[in-house]
């Protein structure tokens, strides 16, 4: 019976609790060894924030920092407590130098234990409040302290944002160099947008069977000689240089595990650069099927596009042809020296006559006017005095074909220009249809001619009739 007592009273003695006692600044510091499980009270804090930080003299993946409320830490329960606030699982995971909390002042009574296998150690504990935000060592500087931790920037990862990793993006392929002496290179992977999918990924190197994967189900980033934590990661081995992961991913998954962490790693060095490539999600063959879909889909959108603006085009061409040939048609017929009249005066005594019988000839709507547009003729016409812009109707073709012997009043005159034939002596040509005209008018008129029509043949300007160049040039 006393035997059993003095074990007792050695256990109770052996656990020790520190009063905590803050200074006006709210902070408290204090040097402890690990000989002994040790428990600090806090008494309820005025700041809304209670911070632990442990920074150890020798590093001890035994070592455990725990805290409750209102009660001693109970070893037993912790798998119940929440991470980065009543335990420190990820540090002691990684086997860091340090140890964090980041705990509620205000919730009462603050009970932190510390215990350890290794008894030779120490260790400086130090308990501050606060009414701010506070990270464990405030994110490394490489990311944001929000209430949930940190919020790593670009591609860190880890508790504290101090490991440097390289982002997977889907449907991509990396190619990963282990140069040298290289054993670890750490991955990233945002499953935010793939809650509810498949991820797949696949791995080849030249290595045969170097190679392994770890897969980190925390943020707690193993090394490899610590991957016997099985509940804590999955391993993955090369065959043949080969390795494939495939995995459904919950519909549903907190913000803090929304990034999956992952790291391929050596396990000897053999002094050459190996080369490992990483597809995620990518499939060639289904990418080469979409891109035949898509391409099939422009060529049915494009050809019948480029056939539609071309037939379009032709059609507008042809109707700006045949536009451009009736012009010239018609100006073949009007002559090259023809101007739409804009006074006219009718002074033929024909005209009013047989007005209605012009209507029913099929001649009698070609106007007879010359063009004083024409250079050749603007040259010759200046050797003429300027007369009053007065434009005479001419008579109506059907006249034309009348006998010789009806009266013509144009015989007189140069059906070119309008002058009389004998005008300032100008030379006058008879051609072989029996008509008269002034030398220069029908030979500006036979080269405006010749430069229209393809056979080069010139006609009368009066009846039409096929004239002999040789009378004229």
């Keep these: 019976m006393i035997y059993l007592f003095s074990i007792i009273l050695i256990i109770n003695l052996a656990k020790s609790q520190i ?86 002042g205000n919730a009462g009574t603050i009970y932190i234990t510390t215990m350890a296998d290794y008894k030779n150690n120490y260790y400086q504990i130090t308990i501050t409040g606060n009414n701010e935000e506070e990270c464990d060592n405030d994110c490394n500087q490489n990311g944001i302290c929000e209430t949930e931790g940190c919020i790593c920037n670009g591609s860190f990862i880890g508790n504290d944002c101090h490991q440097l990793s390289q982002e997977l993006v889907s449907q991509t392929q990396q190619d990963v160099y282990f140069v040298n002496d290289e054993t670890i290179k750490f991955f990233s992977i945002n499953l935010y947008y793939f809650l509810g999918q498949t991820l797949k990924l696949q791995f080849e190197s030249n290595c045969q069977e170097c190679l392994n994967i770890i897969i980190y189900k925390t943020k707690a980033l193993f090394r490899p000689e610590e991957t016997q934590q099985s509940n804590y990661t999955q391993l993955f081995s090369f065959s043949n240089g080969l390795s494939t992961i495939q995995t459904k991913i919950p519909d549903i998954l907190p913000a803090q595990q929304q990034i999956l962490y992952l790291s391929v790693f050596k396990q000897y060095s053999n002094n050459e650069t190996t080369h490992l490539q990483i597809r995620f999600n990518y499939e060639p063959q289904s990418y080469d099927i979409d891109e035949n879909i898509n391409s ?178």
């Design 19 to 104: 009063e905590v006692d803050l200074s006006q600044e709210n902070e408290w510091t204090y040097i402890q060894n690990t000989l002994n499980t040790s428990t600090f009270k806090v008494r309820s804090l005025q700041t809304e924030y209670c911070y632990v930080r442990i920074g150890l003299k020798y590093q001890d993946p035994t070592f455990l920092l725990m805290a409750d409320y209102k009660v001693k830490p109970n070893s037993n329960l912790i798998s119940t407590y929440k991470q980065g606030e009543k335990i420190d699982r990820i540090s002691q995971l990684e086997n860091r130098g340090t140890r964090f909390l980041k705990l509620k």
């Design 296 to 473: 099939t889909r422009l060529i049915y959108i494009i050809i019948p596009s480029v056939f539609g603006s071309l037939l379009f085009f032709l059609c507008i061409g042809c109707l700006i042809n045949r536009r451009r040939k009736a012009i010239q048609a018609q100006s073949i017929i009007q002559g090259p020296f023809y101007q739409q009249p804009r006074n006219v005066i009718h002074q033929d005594p024909f005209f009013n006559q047989n007005r209605n019988i012009n209507h029913q000839d099929p001649f009698s709507q070609q106007p007879r006017n010359p063009i004083n547009q024409d250079p050749f003729f603007n040259q010759n016409r200046d050797q003429f005095p300027q007369q009053p812009q007065i434009q005479i109707v001419q008579p109506p073709a059907s006249q034309f074909l009348w006998p010789k012997e009806e009266p013509n009043n144009d015989d007189d005159k140069c059906i070119i220009c309008f002058y009389q034939l004998n005008y300032q002596n100008n030379t006058v040509v008879k051609i072989n249809c029996g008509h008269q005209f002034h030398r220069d008018c029908i030979k500006g008129w036979c080269i405006k001619q010749q430069s229209i029509k393809q056979d080069k043949q010139s006609d009368c300007p009066y009846c039409r009739c096929p004239m002999d160049l040789n009378l004229i040039f």
